[in-house]
């Protein structure tokens, strides 16, 4: 019974998401950054007609980069307001008591749930991504060098988000653990800002809490893997000092070790997230 369960709940869920209306939000602001991305990217060598090839070439992967970081905002509106409804939401409406009467455990469930939200969250950007890839090349000529790592990074790191909103679903309401789950998001990109600053001008102790918040919440260190992955590589040494403290350019790649503990981090929070369920009163 729990070898089906877990795909069928998975199943479920990504039923459930595409019937929500916060999936309609979802696909008018893609559309709208798209079809604004498409708009801008079309202008740049209207309006910087003078610039060369390596000057256009920067600013196409600056402008992919910052379009990128709006999807991958959008992707943690999406992934966060759907992973709060998950638990909170069945367990206030007793959904959750009617399916859990039945011979089914918990975790089973729970893990279900995850499963689907993770499909979700990764189609969205497979498709949005590729997307807003295609209306680059088609504008500009512009192709990033790895845009498959750089998909799956962002990929990455809405699960990390989704499995964070998955766990604060568990203790609070539905619209709290999306509004905390976003938050904190918001907070790890800027402490990763603030710490590039710091080490642009040799600050390590302002340097150290970029550090410190890609390891806690692993999203800003993927996302900032994704942006590399987006940029032409002539960028690191023609126009190395457009790296320093730039908030949309990354001469950095996550490491194996990196990978590792996002990977180590999911598991973690998801087996928490089972734990708090588990013992939680419905």
Known sequence: MTARTVPTVAALTVQEA??????????????????????????????????????????????????????????????????????????????????????VRRGAVLLGKWLGL????????????????????????????????????LAAQAVVLLTLGLLLSTVISPMASGIVAVGLFGATWIAGVVGEIG??????????????????????????GAMNAFQDPALLTRFSDAFRGHPFLSEVTPTPAYLGWAGVWVALVLGLAVIAFTRRDL
């Open 18 to 103: 595409a019937r929500r209306r916060v999936l309609r939000a979802l696909a008018v602001l893609t559309v709208v950054l798209l079809a604004l991305s498409a708009w801008g990217f079309s202008r740049i060598d209207a309006e910087f007609g003078g610039l060369t090839s390596g000057e256009a070439r920067l600013a196409a992967a600056t402008v992919l980069n910052l379009v990128m970081f709006g999807l991958s905002l959008i992707a943690a509106l999406g992934t966060a307001f759907l992973a709060g409804p998950t638990v909170a939401g069945d367990v206030e409406s007793g959904v959750a008591l009617a399916v859990l009467a039945r011979p």
């Open 118 to 153: 993770v499909v979700f969250g990764c189609g969205f950007v497979a498709v949005a991504g590729l997307t807003q890839l295609l209306i680059v090349l088609a504008t500009t000529g512009y192709w990033p060098p790895d845009p498959l790592t750089g998909l799956a990074l």
């Open 199 to 224: 080490a642009a001008f040799g600050n390590e102790s302002v340097a150290r809490v970029g550090t410190v918040s890609r390891m806690l919440l692993p999203t800003d260190g993927l996302w900032r």
